[in-house]
């Protein structure tokens, strides 16, 4: 039972343009939801987060959107770089218990 | 700081064999995880210790998989025997306390059994 869903396996963006990042998840009580970034042979490192009592958390180039209703979140990225090719992970978690992970979506940004 | 430790990057076994891999979390961080990620799929949790005890093996496979964090540090995650259904990426995972929304990763151990 997958909780966690990225629909789209793969994204390829022009340099310079916005990168959308889509998850769902089906789970109600997730409160907690994150962006992990992996680059090959590399373990998953965090990006950014969002509280289920929020709607929008910005960091730098980085901002998550969450629409509780829909059970639906996005990353985006403006302006998309070389260097943010890689695959995403969106999670969720409820309360202290563990993360649930999405299958993940891979970002090319072709220069 | 260093980060997560695992060892080795790399195993290849065949079916029937067993194998261990190590790991060694960030310092003074009390939580570890390991996790096995799937080609094509998201890491899916295996167990998780809180300093040496166990809070969450719900996920592990008991019958071929075990686990252990001697003096709630290093962990080691042990298949004996090995399914060629379990090649795949193990991670290991630590943060400051349980329940804390932020985990770091290791590199991970890539298995393959043939």
């Known amino acids: 039972d997958q909780q966690v869903k990225q629909n789209s396996p793969s994204l390829s963006v022009q340099e310079g343009r916005i990168s959308i990042l889509n998850c769902d998840y089906t789970n109600s009580m997730f409160d907690y939801f994150l962006w992990y970034k992996k680059y090959p042979a590399e373990g998953p490192t965090f990006l950014i987060s969002i509280s289920s009592i929020k709607d929008k958390n910005e960091d730098g180039r980085f901002t998550v959107f969450l629409n509780k209703s829909a059970k639906h979140l996005s990353l985006h990225i403006v302006p998309s770089q070389p260097g943010d090719s890689a695959v995403y992970f969106c999670?969720?978690?409820?309360?202290?218990?563990?993360?649930?992970f999405g299958t993940g979506t891979r970002l090319t940004v072709i220069p | 700081e260093a980060g997560v430790a695992q060892s080795p990057r790399y195993k290849i076994i065949e079916k029937r064999q067993s194998v261990a891999f190590w790991c060694n979390p960030i310092s003074g961080h009390a939580t570890l995880y390991w996790y096995q990620q799937i080609l094509g799929q998201g890491p899916k949790l295996l167990i998780q210790f809180q300093n040496n005890g166990v809070v969450d093996d719900s996920q592990l496979p008991k019958d071929r998989f075990s686990a252990e964090r001697l003096k709630g540090v290093d962990s080691t995650l042990k298949i004996q025997p090995a399914k060629l259904e379990d090649s795949a990426v193990y991670l290991c995972?630590?943060?400051?306390?349980?329940?804390?929304?932020?985990?770091?990763f290791g590199p991970g151990t890539r298995l393959t059994v043939t």
């Open positions: 995972a630590s943060s400051l306390v349980q329940g804390w929304y932020e985990q770091y």
């Open positions: 999670a969720a978690k409820t309360g202290a218990n563990n993360l649930f």
